[in-house]
């Protein structure tokens, strides 16, 4: 069993720098694919960057540039770094975990079985 907890979602103003910690504990998975998605008020979730065990990582296209995701060694910490932060980026972000072969990408289907995080707000003011 998978459990994911996030952290480091704070204010900050227009241009400025965030790294968001998840803590993944996905003891017994040898493949896997942890993923930040986001959700605005009043917006649909979206993905915003996955990557798996190997250390293979795609970013949404809306990002792209800007954040970048990692993962420690152990695989039991994700992290985003996201950088020239807009206001356009305020949401909840919110971190996932599943095991599995299945591609990685943050596709909020792919994740339909897995572990959600409860999320961290970012607020990026103008």
């Known amino acids: 069993q998978v459990h994911v907890m996030e952290s480091g979602g704070d204010s900050v103003q227009t241009g400025g720098s965030l790294r968001l910690s998840c803590t993944a504990s996905?003891?017994?998975?040898?493949?896997?694919?942890l993923a930040w998605f986001r959700q605005a008020p009043e917006k649909k979730r979206e993905g915003v960057a996955a990557?798996?065990?190997?250390?293979?990582?795609t970013v949404a296209d809306s990002v792209k540039g800007r954040f970048t995701v990692s993962k420690d060694d152990t695989g039991n910490i994700l992290y985003l770094q996201m950088n020239d932060l807009k206001p356009e980026d305020t949401a909840m972000y919110y971190c996932a975990a599943r095991g599995g072969l299945l591609g990685c990408y943050p596709d909020e289907w792919r994740f339909a079985g897995g572990t959600w995080g409860q999320g961290t707000q970012v607020t990026v003011s103008s």
């Open positions: 990557i798996n065990h190997d250390g293979t990582s």
């Open positions: 996905a003891s017994g998975y040898s493949t896997f694919c």
